[in-house]
């Protein structure tokens, strides 16, 4: 598995902060371009978050792309997804492309996966509930462990694609943690069991509370944010 920014991390940041500024009447200068890349990993890594949080319409200007063998059930359930026009190119399964011979519905596929983060996010809150067929919440799991370890911070680097990937992995998470509760007619206690008690309110500091479920999913994304609360 590929997963990466699809374009430049800087570029993307520039079109997003450009959209939100053309909203306001104005447009984004020489010295803005610059702050961009002056970022630090931190600075870069919390603006990202703040505008993915928020749900601003630009975060479409965020873009990756995952490359990917998978199991034909696995992928039917991912791109039955569409929200927030996410963009596939999969590998056909007409037979008379594997010489006349029926495919496996069960085979290995080659895909590209395009995502935008509103997209992204969309699939991420439904496929990674624990009522979502095992074998798709793994693939999904994997997906975010390769987000969070290709991209993790490392000051060293001047470059912002690990930090977009770091963002896009950090507001992914449940339905239930996203919504502070599971909304499905026959949940299956997972949010209950794990965050009441340690999360009490929905008006708590949603970047705490997607904290602490990455931290149960083993992603630690404590060096790029200052926890309020301790969970240990």
């Known amino acids: ?77 991912i791109v039955r997804h569409t929200k927030g026009r996410p963009r596939f190119y999969c590998q056909s399964s007409r037979p008379d492309w ?24 969309e699939m991420t809150r439904q496929r990674l509930c624990y009522r979502t067929e095992k074998n798709t919440r793994q693939w999904i799991e994997k997906v975010l462990n390769d987000l969070f370890n290709d991209g993790y911070i490392n000051d060293g680097l001047q470059h912002h694609d690990h930090v977009l990937l770091n963002a896009v992995c950090f507001c992914a998470v449940p339905n239930c943690v996203y919504r502070f509760g599971c909304p499905e007619v026959n949940g299956c206690d997972w949010f209950e069991n794990n965050f009441f008690g340690k999360i009490n309110s929905r008006g708590e500091n949603i970047i705490n509370r997607y904290l602490l479920y990455h931290k149960m999913m083993g992603r630690d994304f404590s060096n790029y944010l200052k926890e309020e609360k301790n969970w240990e």
């Open 1 to 77: 598995m590929t997963v990466k920014s699809k374009y430049c991390a800087d570029n993307q940041l520039e079109n997003l902060k450009e959209s939100l500024l053309i909203t306001v009447g104005k447009m984004l200068s020489e010295n803005g371009k610059k702050k961009i890349t002056d970022m630090s990993d931190k600075d870069f890594f919390n603006y990202i978050v703040k505008f993915l949080i928020s749900e601003h319409s630009i975060i479409s200007n965020i873009e990756i792309r995952i490359v990917d063998q998978m199991d034909k059930n696995i992928r039917n359930q």
């Open 98 to 121: 594997n010489n006349g011979q029926q495919r496996d519905p069960n085979q290995k596929t080659f895909n590209i996966l395009d995502w935008n983060a509103e997209a992204f996010r």
